[in-house]
């Protein structure tokens, strides 16, 4: 079609036309031919179009599939464990804010799931919810050390402070689990669980005393602790006879492997304890510790305080016998023996009732303490902690031996000099190359012919 | 309260980490049949020499990049460095003793009282994290010395850091905040 108004340059004719040229738009003069004016090739504009790809074809942003069923799992834990429907709150905004996280938006669904426990388990500490990480991890069916990784990146990403939690209130929780009570056992063997739960809550604060908690798993204490009580609450022959096993039997519970060993070091702390008895005549041995444990935990500060003394005396005769160099060093010691036994336990005692929140370990710095410790030490330097005092901790009593220093290699620089004979007897001479090839191609063919 | 009280803190250095380059190709399996004292780790691809005076293990690559460990002083480490740098020389190999860098020292240290890691957790939040179920000792990590110190309830301390220097230096900064938060158990 003809262009009204325009005019071809080069021969003045009106006759110009809209012709398209592989699409592209031109004004050609009929004519002459002359091209009068052409458009651009591509109506894009350079670089690609305003509007991206992704824009054009969006549909409205629905949220993740996965995002929405962690939250339902979240929701799920939270009503297992029964908690405050705080909890199950705050717990969720948790974890759509870690779920959205970089560091956690690709990973696994079985790590998504672990996150959604980490999540639970953070709010519940938050909000004061006695948990452990066993529990959780329990639950989730996943290994604690994966939960504690995911935990500790949570905590960091989502910046917050949880406070720690205290092993005397996880027991009241956990002894649920335990099924001893008289609905589910028969009369002899069942117990009242606030029984339990007192006697078991007693029993771990000693063993916080005697270094036993410290840095060990929390679960298999509260199993020792629970066993223990349970067995000490009605010490009958059939109940003394009861064996670990046969107890997470009876109670269905899942036995953990380091529970014997810590029942093992608590009977330890109750014989040391009730060897001080006075009224006991029969020694006390691991097997029948477990009766006079109620008389162990009524007297403990008295008990404590003997089995001190005794420990001291114990010492200073072996001192007298070993060595015998100052005087000076066995009056230091029977001074620092006496305001040890007045002093700190009438203030313990009060001290133990208010801070029920602080870790029982707590009690050890109000009961064991020897205050005039810097003037002992510069006199009698004993030579190892844990032969000094009652209850020390398994890793002062087994020390690790240290590489002994190699005293020729005291005053090296690095740069001296290093001289050839030395390096040879690293180097195997050739015959010994050649021996040594030979050998391994011979067993290499016998590991090929079996 | 300053760290240079009665008794100084003994700090034993139990491990120094360095590396070092050879700038050349090395071929793993000539040293395997020619060195004495090498384990040879075709899947990961390095072989393992251990050297008898001063106690040292190296990781020796390829690439010619190797890694010592198990010296107890820096210059123990170089000393062990060097000797192996001839070692692999002599075995025929156009070594070059170059890029010499400690990278990583470990100490551990006992302090003469016990300490109570809530409280020194709760002193120094965010510096120090203690989770009791996941391991027992707190941890306190400073940033400008790049150290790491592990404290144990028992008074031990484990300090990891780039030199012998900053470890010193983490110690003796760490040492007032836990005196405040010691339990009386003597030593």
Known sequence: ?450 | MDSSNDEALDIIITNVVATFRTRCHLNLRTIALEGTNVIYKPEVGKVLMKLRKPTITASIWSSGKIICTGATSEDEAKLGARRLARCLQKLGFKVRFSAFKVVNVLAVCSMPFAIHLIDFTKNNRPIASYEPELHPAATYRIKNLKATIQVFSTGSLTVTGPNVQNVATAVEQVYPLLFEVRKPICK
């Not at chain 1, 029948?288 to 935990?297: G, K, P, S, W």
Request: aromatic share 4%; charged share 25%.
């Open chain 1, 1 to 450: 079609m003809s262009r009204a108004g325009a005019t071809c340059p080069s021969c003045g004719s009106s006759n110009i036309v809209d012709d398209e040229l592989y699409s592209q738009a031109q004004l050609v003069c009929v004519d002459c031919g002359t091209v009068v004016s052409e458009g651009v090739l591509a109506s894009d504009p350079v670089g690609g179009s305003d509007v991206s790809y992704s824009r054009t074809t969006a549909v409205a942003k629905k949220p993740c599939p996965n995002l929405i069923k962690g939250l339902q799992r979240v929701r799920a834990l939270c009503r297992i464990l029964r908690v405050k429907s705080e909890i199950e709150d705050l717990s969720q905004t948790y974890y759509s804010q870690a779920y959205q996280h970089v560091s956690f938006i690709n990973v696994t669904l079985h790590k998504k799931e672990v996150l959604a426990g980490c999540c639970v388990l953070v709010s519940c500490r938050l909000l004061n919810w006695p948990i452990t990480m066993g529990t959780i991890s329990c639950l989730l069916d996943a290994d604690p050390d994966l939960v504690g990784v995911i935990y500790k990146e949570m905590v960091k990403i989502l910046n917050i402070e949880a406070p720690i939690v205290n092993l005397t209130d996880v027991i009241a929780t956990h002894i649920q689990e335990y099924k001893i009570s008289s609905a589910d056992v028969s009369g002899d063997l069942a117990v009242n669980s606030q029984d339990l739960t007192k006697r078991a809550v007693a029993l771990v604060e000693l063993a916080a005393d005697a270094w036993i908690v410290t840095g060990r798993r929390p679960i298999p204490i509260m199993m020792a602790a629970i066993y223990l009580a349970w067995q000490s609450l009605k010490p009958t022959k059939q109940r003394l006879k009861f064996s670990l096993d046969k107890f997470c039997q009876l109670a269905k519970v899942k036995k953990h492997q380091p529970a014997a060993k810590r029942i093992t070091e608590i009977k330890e702390m109750l014989c040391k304890l009730g060897k001080e008895i006075p009224w006991v005549r029969e020694t006390v041995s691991p097997e029948n510790v477990a009766r006079q444990v109620e008389d162990i935990l009524q007297y403990r500060f008295a008990l404590l305080r003997r089995a001190l003394r005794t420990h001291e005396e114990a010492l200073l005769d072996e001192c007298q016998a070993s060595c015998q160099d100052s005087p000076a060093e066995e009056a230091v010691l029977s001074h620092s023996s006496e305001p040890v036994d007045q002093t700190p336990n009438a203030p313990s005692l009060e001290q133990c009732e208010m801070n029920a929140e602080r870790e029982p370990g707590d009690e050890h710095e109000n009961l064991c303490t020897e205050p005039q410790s810097d003037t002992q030490e510069s006199q009698a330097p004993a030579p190892n902690w844990g032969k000094r005092l009652l209850f020390v901790p398994p890793c002062v009593i087994h020390p690790k031996r240290r590489r002994m220093e190699q005293p020729d290699l005291k005053d090296v620089t690095g740069d001296e000099e290093i001289s050839d004979s030395e390096i040879d007897s690293y180097i195997r001479t050739p015959q010994e190359t050649r021996d040594f090839a030979r050998t391994q191609k011979i067993l290499s063919l016998s590991e090929s012919d079996k």
